[in-house]
């Protein structure tokens, strides 16, 4: 069975653009978690969505990152406009519930803005 | 307010040695999950186990196994004859398992295992 799918997996950009991470989760998963991950914070999750609508949105940084789940197979997370400073790891993850609390994460990818 | 403590940052042992990997954790839930994911030089997380609060039974799979001691609030891991292979970085969690409300997970810093041949 295919995991957690992320594209891209590897982005370079510069200050100012716009940004957009995909996410598939796993097929019949209905929770979906985004995280970032640096060396400085670690890893912090950023919002999380249930059979599509988000829960949670407590940890997203400013008003910069927003995120969209519009069906039940695919994700979006978009920082606009990008700055340095967002320059991490976002994984994606899925869980069948929010209840079944373990989450399978994706590859993650990896952000780099200039 | 909930809290995982790996305090070790970094451990390093040759092939073959037992390493243990420590979580200490604070919560004020009577229930909750706690998981460990291994993050290998690739990038990716990798669930390993989840556990809930009301099973205390030790747990080994393979050359890994897990300790949960409630009264010391801790959920270590050991991994047995280690390898090359398990360098990685071992993430501790801890999660709320009421019903209703957010399930923010609450992640340790992490400890990275350095394997050497």
């Known amino acids: 069975d295919a995991g957690v799918i992320q594209s891209p997996r590897h982005e370079v950009t510069e200050m100012g653009q716009e940004v957009t991470l995909r996410c598939k989760p796993i097929?019949?998963?209905?929770?979906l978690f985004w995280y970032r991950q640096t060396m400085m914070r670690g890893l912090e999750l950023l919002i999380y969505f249930n059979n599509n609508v988000p829960i949670d949105d407590s940890g997203m940084p400013e008003d910069r990152f927003s995120a969209k789940m519009p069906n039940a197979s695919f994700s979006t997370l978009k920082i606009q406009p990008s700055e340095p400073r967002d320059s991490a790891v976002y994984f994606c993850?899925?869980?069948?519930?929010?209840?079944?609390?373990?989450?399978?994460f994706g590859p993650g990818t990896r952000l780099l803005v200039l | 307010a909930q809290k995982v403590t790996q305090a070790q940052t970094e451990i390093s042992v040759v092939e073959k040695e037992d390493v243990t990997l420590d979580c200490v954790y604070e919560t004020r839930d009577t229930t909750y999950y706690l998981f460990w994911y291994k993050q290998p030089p690739s990038g990716e997380l990798v669930f390993l186990i989840r556990r809930n609060s009301f099973d205390e039974q030790n747990e080994i799979s393979g050359r890994y196994s897990w300790n949960f001691q409630k009264s010391t609030s801790s959920f270590n891991f050991t991994i047995t004859a280690s390898q090359v292979v398990d360098s990685a970085v071992y993430f501790c969690a801890l999660r709320r398992f009421t019903s209703g409300g957010s399930y923010i997970p609450t992640f340790g810093r992490g400890t990275s295992l350095i394997v050497h041949p």
């Open positions: 097929s019949g998963h209905n929770s």
């Open positions: 993850a899925s869980s069948l519930g929010q209840l079944q609390e373990t989450q399978y």
